[in-house]
């Protein structure tokens, strides 16, 4: 069975710079795109980031200039770090990657079950 487990969440000050982690665990063959998005009280979830395999990345222009993404292969884990973290951040951040598992014969999309991010003004 394929796992997303995030950490990194919390309550932080506005300003601060939190580094969020996700790793993938399972009987994985390969990971494809792999992103985080972030559902805020009473909206819907939105994209934050994406990162391909290769490394390009993708952003929402909320984030822009203060986000990062990154990823390491080796170790099935994608990174976002946060700077500059402004109130309106306040949300629970989802891992999702595209996953092919060792007997699959497509790719699988997962969530993991969420990490609570909230920016304290």
């Known amino acids: 069975q394929v796992q997303l487990v995030e950490s990194g969440g919390g309550l932080v000050q506005a300003g601060g710079s939190p580094r969020l982690s996700c790793t993938a665990s399972?009987?994985?063959?390969?990971?494809?795109?792999m992103g985080w998005y972030r559902q805020a009280p009473g909206k819907q979830r939105e994209l934050v980031a994406t990162i391909t395999r290769g490394g390009s990345t993708n952003y929402a222009d909320s984030v822009k200039g203060r986000f990062t993404i990154s990823r390491d292969n080796a170790k099935n884990t994608v990174y976002l770090q946060m700077n500059s973290l402004k109130p309106e951040d306040t949300a629970v951040y989802y891992c999702?990657?595209?996953?092919?598992?060792?007997?699959?014969?497509?790719?699988?999309?997962?969530w993991g079950q969420g990490t609570q991010v909230i920016v304290s003004s």
């Open positions: 999702n990657a595209d996953i092919r598992g060792v007997f699959s014969l497509r790719d699988v999309n997962y």
């Open positions: 399972g009987r994985i063959l390969s990971i494809n795109s």
